[in-house]
C-alpha cells in the first residue's frame, strides 16, 4: 500500500458547482487525478473498480455540463458511481467504502442528494429517470432525467419498457449508454465524434426538423420514403435505427475517454429542443489501470490490494465457496445424465455455473440479465423433459416472480433453482440480501424448498434436485466459504420433506433450517452448561416440513425454538401454522421463532450482521432462557 497520492486540482473540487467554475482545459487533469483518487481508496478498501475506472471522464463530463443535482442523475446498478461520490461531496469518506457505517458501494438516497435514486440492482434507471423527467415537466422544473445504463444492463426487458414510454418526457430525458464491450459499434475515432457532434448540434437538429415538416406535406409514398432515408442513412452511420424506433434521437459512437469530443455532444443534447435523447458512449472497463485493463473480469470486484502491483490481499485458504461446490457437483451429475442444463442470468462466475460451462458448454445458457426470460426458459426446457437449473442470486430471483408462480408452479414443470447468495452478504448490504426467497417460494403449491446446512448438505440437495422430476425445487446456500464439512463421494439422495436429528436432548428444541446450524449446536453446548438437556434438528426442508419429526419434539420438549435466516413467513410461520391447526401448543409448550429482524439491514461485517439479527448462539440461548423464564444464569424468575 502507498500513501494518498497528490492530487492539487481535486483537492479545489468539493461539489459539482467546483468543477463547474474550472476552465474546459483542467478537466483532463482532474480525470486523471480523479482516477488516482480512486485506485488509491479502493485498494484500502476493496469493491467494485473495474466499472469505476471505465467511467471517471463521463462523470467528470456529467456534472460539468448538466445542473446536478437539479437535474436527477442516475447510475443503473450504481457500483461505477465511486468517482461520483468523490466529486459529490462524500470524498471526505470515501476511504470507508463498504465498511461498518461508511459509504455503500452502491448509490443510495439517504446518503446525498446528488444520489436521486437508490440503484444496486440493474436495469432500473431509464424508469427511474422517466419518472424524474416527467415530474420536472409536470410541475414546471428546470430539470432533466439522466440515466447511465451500462449495456450489459440493456439485455434485461425492463430498459426496453422504460424507452418505449420516453415520449412522454420529450426533451427531459437524457440516456446515456455506457458501451464498455464494443458489443455494439466498433471503437470509434475522430470521424464518429465529427458525426456525433454534428447530428447533435442545433443546426442538424433545426434542418433534420424542417425536412420533417416538408416531408409531412408530400404525398404518403414520398413521405415514407423520405423517412425510411433518414432513418438508414443514420443507422448506417452510427447503429441508432433501434432506438429511433423507441421514440430516443440518437448520438453516437462517442469515445467515453475524450472529454473534447465528450463535452460538446453533451451540451448540445442539454441544450436541444428535440424528445428523449439516447447518447452512445464508448470506454473501456478498467481505463488508466494497467491490471484492471489486462483483466477487466477480474477487477469487477476487487479485495484490498496493492496499487503499484495491482496484487489483490488473498483471503486465507479454506474451505470452497459454496458456489463452487454447486458447480462442480452439478458438472459431475451432468456427466451421467445428458438431460441436465445450467442456465444463469449474467453471473457465470458468480453462481458457480462457469465451472459447468467447462465441462459442459453446450449445455449452459448465459441469458443476460434477464431472469424473468431465464426462469420462462428453464420452464420451456422442463416442458420438454430437460432437467434444467436456473442458477440465480436470491436477491434477483425476486424479479422473475411472477415467473416463478405463473409459468413454473402452476405448471407443475421441473425447473431447478439454485438459489445463490441466500442469507445476509456482509459488505454489499441490503439490496443484495437474500432475505426473502423462503418466503416467497414456501407459499407456493408444488415447490420443494431445502436450505444447506454446510457444504456437504449442498452437494446432497444438488443430486436431489436433479433427481426430483415431479415438480419444481429450490435450495439456498449462503455467499462465501463452507464450513469446512467433508465432501461426500458419493451424492445421498434426500427423502422429500425429511429432516435429521444432529444432537439429541430432551427439554430443548432446537429446529434449524440451513447455514444457521452451527450457531445452533454452540447454543446447545451452552444451554447443557446450564443443565438444559437440548435437541438439534436440521430440518433442511422448508417446504414440505417434516411433521413428523416436528410433531414428536413439540410433544417430548418444553421449549421448540425455529431458526432461519430469511424474514417471517417462512419456516417458523409453517411451524407455528402445523402446531395451531393441530392445537400441539395447548398442553403449554412455548414455541419460538427466530429470523431476520423486519427491516433492511445495511452493509457490515457478517458477524456483527448476524449478532444484530439477534441470530447468533447468545441470542439463541436468551431466546430459550426468556421462554423457560430463567435468567441468564439459568435460574428460574418467580412468574407473575
Not at 319 to 339: H, I, M, R, W
Not at 567 to 586: F, K, Q, W
Request: hydrophobic content about 40%.
Amino acid at each position: 500500500m502507498t500513501a494518498n497520492p497528490a492530487t492539487p486540482l481535486l483537492d479545489t473540487v468539493d461539489t459539482p458547482a467546483d468543477l463547474r467554475r474550472l476552465a474546459p482545459g483542467e478537466l483532463r487533469q482532474l480525470a486523471d487525478e480523479l482516477r488516482t483518487e480512486m485506485i488509491s481508496a479502493v485498494g484500502q478498501t476493496g469493491g467494485h473498480l473495474g466499472s469505476g475506472l471505465g467511467v471517471v471522464e463521463l462523470t467528470v463530463a456529467l456534472h460539468y455540463v448538466f445542473n446536478t443535482p437539479d437535474d436527477r442523475l442516475v447510475w443503473d446498478v450504481g457500483h461505477q458511481a465511486y468517482p461520483h461520490k468523490i466529486l459529490t461531496g462524500r470524498r471526505s469518506r470515501i476511504r470507508t467504502l463498504r465498511q461498518p457505517g461508511g459509504l455503500s458501494g452502491f448509490t443510495k438516497r439517504s446518503e446525498s442528494e446528488y444520489d436521486p435514486f437508490g440503484t444496486a440492482h440493474s436495469s432500473t434507471s431509464i424508469s427511474a429517470a422517466l419518472g424524474f423527467a416527467v415530474a420536472s415537466k409536470l410541475s414546471g422544473k428546470p430539470g432533466k432525467g439522466i440515466a447511465v445504463i451500462g449495456d450489459g444492463a440493456m439485455s434485461a426487458g425492463m430498459a426496453y419498457e422504460a424507452m418505449n414510454n420516453a415520449k412522454q418526457a420529450g426533451n427531459r430525458l437524457v440516456v446515456i449508454l455506457n458501451d464498455n464491450d464494443m458489443s455494439i459499434a466498433p471503437p470509434v475515432g475522430g470521424l464518429s465524434a465529427y458525426l456525433a457532434r454534428l447530428v447533435s448540434s442545433r443546426p442538424f437538429l433545426g434542418l433534420r426538423d424542417l425536412a420533417r415538416r416538408v416531408s409531412r406535406r408530400l404525398p404518403e409514398p414520398l413521405h415514407r420514403a423520405a423517412k425510411r432515408t433518414d432513418e438508414f442513412a443514420r443507422g448506417m452511420a452510427m447503429g441508432g435505427t433501434l432506438f429511433e424506433e423507441l421514440g430516443f434521437y440518437y448520438v453516437g459512437p462517442v469515445d467515453g475517454h475524450n472529454l473534447d469530443h465528450l463535452i460538446p455532444v453533451l451540451e448540445n443534447v442539454r441544450d436541444a429542443a428535440e424528445g428523449p435523447c439516447l447518447i452512445h458512449v464508448v470506454t473501456q472497463k478498467g481505463k488508466g489501470y494497467g491490471p484492471a485493463e489486462a483483466a477487466a473480469d477480474k477487477y469487477h470486484g476487487v479485495q484490498k490490494f496493492d496499487v503499484i502491483t495491482g496484487e489483490q490481499v488473498k483471503a486465507s485458504s479454506g474451505p470452497p465457496a459454496y458456489q463452487n461446490v454447486f458447480g462442480e457437483t452439478l458438472a459431475k451429475l451432468a456427466d451421467s445424465d445428458p438431460k441436465i442444463c445450467a442456465i444463469t442470468a449474467a453471473m457465470p462466475s458468480g453462481t458457480g455455473v462457469d465451472r459447468f460451462a467447462r465441462a459442459h458448454p453446450e449445455r449452459t445458457f448465459d441469458v443476460g440479465i434477464a431472469e424473468q426470460h431465464a426462469v420462462t426458459f428453464a420452464a420451456g426446457l422442463a416442458a420438454e423433459g430437460m432437467r434444467p437449473f436456473c442458477a440465480i442470486y436470491s436477491t434477483f430471483l425476486q424479479r422473475a416472480y411472477d415467473q416463478v408462480v405463473h409459468d413454473v408452479a402452476i405448471q407443475n414443470l421441473p425447473v431447478r433453482f439454485a438459489i445463490d447468495r441466500a442469507g445476509l452478504v456482509g459488505a454489499d448490504g441490503a439490496t443484495h440480501a437474500g432475505s426473502f426467497d423462503v418466503t416467497y417460494l414456501a407459499s407456493l403449491p408444488n415447490m420443494v424448498v431445502m436450505a444447506a446446512a454446510d457444504e456437504a448438505e449442498l452437494v446432497h440437495m444438488t443430486y436431489t434436485a436433479a433427481c426430483h422430476d415431479s415438480g419444481p425445487i429450490a435450495f439456498r446456500y449462503p455467499r462465501g466459504s463452507g464450513t469446512g464439512a467433508a465432501l461426500p463421494e458419493v451424492p445421498e439422495r434426500l427423502e422429500i420433506g425429511k429432516g435429521r436429528i444432529v444432537r439429541q436432548g430432551s427439554k430443548v428444541a432446537l429446529l434449524s433450517l440451513g447455514t444457521r446450524l452451527a450457531e445452533a449446536l454452540k447454543a446447545a453446548d451452552q444451554l447443557e452448561a446450564k443443565g438444559l438437556s437440548t435437541t438439534v434438528a436440521d430440518l433442511r426442508f422448508a417446504k414440505p416440513i417434516d411433521e413428523e419429526l416436528i410433531r414428536r419434539l413439540m410433544a417430548t420438549h418444553e421449549v421448540v425454538v425455529t431458526i432461519e435466516e430469511g424474514a417471517i413467513g417462512g419456516l417458523g410461520a409453517h411451524v407455528l401454522t402445523m402446531a395451531s391447526d393441530e392445537g400441539l401448543t395447548d398442553a403449554g409448550l412455548k414455541i419460538r421463532t427466530m429470523r431476520l429482524p423486519d427491516l433492511f439491514q445495511d452493509h457490515d461485517s457478517p458477524d456483527k450482521q448476524y449478532d444484530a439479527a439477534g441470530l447468533n448462539a447468545p441470542h439463541i440461548v436468551d431466546t430459550v432462557l426468556k421462554a423457560l423464564r430463567h435468567n441468564s444464569a439459568g435460574v428460574s424468575e418467580a412468574r407473575a
